[in-house]
């Protein structure tokens, strides 16, 4: 093959050209580019609410049954359990390599199973933080002499347009109640 593209030097250099043709599509319209890349902290964050508890009530009752039941799990490296009044927190730092999605549903999966947890109304919140939990791009007021449910209403269309644009994945809005 590369004797013949030395005696056609014109399909060698039109190869050459749709390679790179090919390579500046791909680098333009297929690749994604992002100054600062959404990566998570590898930890999965767990927190429940315990109404009426104090910081005693919650480790009794809530931390300890998790971290019992947390340390058979294949993937966790280090737990940092938070005793807060009416509030638990639980980070469960992942070993190196494990997935997190992984791991955060087979932690949902063990936390069904525990039965002696209290305050069974109060769900567990389990979520995977990363950088871009905490990275604004940009931040729209909505203001007006209008009624505050007027504001309202037109805050929550902004936010669904907002939504609704290609390219914008995600939108925090922080509507007041009356």
């Not at 004797?3 to 680098?27: D, K, P, V």
Request: proline content about 7%; aromatic content about 6%.
């Amino acid at each position: 093959m590369i004797a013949w593209f030395t005696r056609n030097g014109i399909a060698a250099n039109l190869l050459m050209l749709a390679i790179a043709l090919g390579g500046l599509y791909c680098a333009f319209f297929k690749i994604t580019l992002e100054l600062e890349p959404d990566r998570p902290y590898g930890v999965v964050y767990i927190s429940k609410s315990y109404p009426g508890a104090t910081p005693k009530d919650v480790q009794k009752d809530i931390l300890i049954p998790i971290e019992n039941a947390l340390d058979s799990l294949n993937g966790v490296k280090q737990l940092n359990t938070d005793a807060h009044e009416q509030q638990a927190r639980i980070s469960v730092e992942a070993t190196k390599g494990h997935d997190l999605r992984i791991l955060k549903d087979d932690i949902e999966s063990l936390l069904k199973t525990i039965t002696t947890i209290p305050a069974p109304n109060e769900p567990f919140r389990v979520s995977i933080p990363s950088q871009s939990d905490h990275r604004s791009v940009i931040w729209v007021v909505v203001t007006g002499d209008l009624p505050e449910r007027d504001l309202q209403e037109v805050a929550r269309r902004v936010r669904d347009d907002l939504l609704n644009t290609p390219g914008i994945s995600r939108v925090n809005a922080f509507i007041p109640t009356e």
